[in-house]
T-cell receptor, first 114, second 115 residues
Framework: GQQVMQIPQYQHVQEGEDFTTYCNSSTTLSNIQWYKQRPGGHPVFLIQLVKSGEVKKQKRLTFQFGEAKKNSSLHITATQTTDVGTYFCAGLNAGGTSYGKLTFGQGTILTVHP | EAQVTQNPRYLITVTGKKLTVTCSQNMNHEYMSWYRQDPGLGLRQIYYSMNVEVTDKGDVPEGYKVSRKEKRNFPLILESPSPNQTSLYFC??????????????FGAGSRLTVL
């Protein structure tokens, strides 16, 4: 079945440093979503990418969708303590037996040291 | 306020004692889903429902049951809970299950401990 691998599992940064998490799917995706979960909270939708090679920005956050629609990344510039949490990617399978199934990566836990 | 409501938020129970975690959404969403979250494993889908009376297995359905008799409710049933079902559970819903407009809204989570 479809697998979505996310790395790294943990990332510790100093405030002001950049952060990147990567997501790779074993199958082609129709779209990919990113969610953020604050400590003790629930996942909250950040953004959805649909087009091959798409790049979207939200302030200090940059999201990319690969040309082959099998990988994605989230980059945070100049991290702040408010960025702490777990970042999940979630891929929607483009076809096959898993059509329409949204599969989450394992998540990257980000800690930011002031 | 548009939301997904789960109950109970916290529960400690014993092996074999049937329990139900309720989930209700007020957004008229067709799609609903249950996930469990365990350290290092991310969010794994248990069951999902495309609409009333339509349910399907996710990645880890063993030991769980669901029903979708009304659009707004999607309860998760553990007929005979076991310690390996100790986890954090999330219910989520979306408007349209597939093809783009399937952004998930999550409930606050239910932390279940089975002794």
């Amino acid at each position: 079945g479809q697998q979505v691998m996310q790395i790294p599992q943990y990332q510790h940064v100093q405030e002001g440093e950049d952060f990147t998490t990567y997501c790779n799917s074993s199958t082609t995706l129709s779209n990919i979503q990113w969610y953020k979960q604050r400590p003790g909270g629930h996942p909250v939708f950040l953004i959805q990418l649909v087009k091959s090679g798409e790049v979207k920005k939200q302030k200090r956050l940059t999201f990319q969708f690969g040309e082959a629609k099998k990988n994605s990344s989230l980059h945070i510039t100049a991290t702040q303590t408010t960025d702490v949490g777990t970042y999940f990617c979630a891929g929607l399978n483009a076809g096959g037996t898993s059509y329409g199934k949204l599969t989450f990566g394992q998540g990257t836990i980000l800690t930011v040291h002031p | 306020e548009a939301q997904v409501t789960q109950n109970p938020r916290y529960l400690i129970t014993v092996t074999g004692k049937k329990l139900t975690v309720t989930c209700s959404q007020n957004m008229n969403h067709e799609y609903m889903s249950w996930y469990r979250q365990d350290p290092g494993l991310g969010l794994r889908q248990i069951y999902y429902s495309m609409n009333v009376e339509v349910t399907d297995k996710g990645d880890v359905p063993e030991g769980y049951k669901v029903s979708r008799k009304e659009k707004r409710n999607f309860p998760l049933i553990l007929e005979s809970p076991s310690p390996n079902q100790t986890s954090l559970y999330f219910c989520a819903s979306s408007f349209r299950g597939f093809s783009g407009a399937n952004v998930l809204t999550f409930g606050a989570g239910s932390r279940l401990t089975v002794l």
